[in-house]
Nanobody, 114 residues
Framework: QVQVVESGGGLVQPGGSLRLSCAAS????????MNWYRQVPGNQRELVAGINTGGGTNYGDSVKGRFTISRDNTKNTVYLQMNSLKSEDTAVYYC????????WGQGIQVTVSS
């Protein structure tokens, strides 16, 4: 069975940092493009960052220069390092794996607030 599990969310102050992790099992992890999405109630789910099998990355405009996506294929894990966090970054963050099929994590809350 496939499992995609996020961790590392929580409450952080504006300007602070947080590191999300997503561990995947039951898939050939190195063959999957891995992505982070986020969603706020009332908004569409948006792409935050993606990393392909060759290590190439892409970011949503609102997070460029602040967030960094990386992957460790030996650990079947993708990370999202979030720096200089703003209140607008508050959302549920979802891990996504795409190749022959698409898999989603359950989502994890990130709240940026004083």
């Amino acid at each position: 069975q496939v499992q995609v599990v996020e961790s590392g969310g929580g409450l952080v102050q504006p300007g602070g940092s947080l590191r999300l992790s997503c561990a995947a099992s039951g898939i050939l992890f190195s063959m999957y493009t891995m992505n982070w999405y986020r969603q706020v109630p009332g908004n569409q789910r948006e792409l935050v960052a993606g990393i392909n099998t060759g290590g190439g990355t892409n970011y949503g405009d609102s997070v460029k220069g602040r967030f960094t996506i990386s992957r460790d294929n030996t650990k079947n894990t993708v990370y999202l390092q979030m720096n200089s966090l703003k209140s607008e970054d508050t959302a549920v963050y979802y891990c996504n794996a795409r190749w022959k099929a698409t898999y989603w994590g359950q989502g994890i809350q990130v709240t940026v607030s004083s």
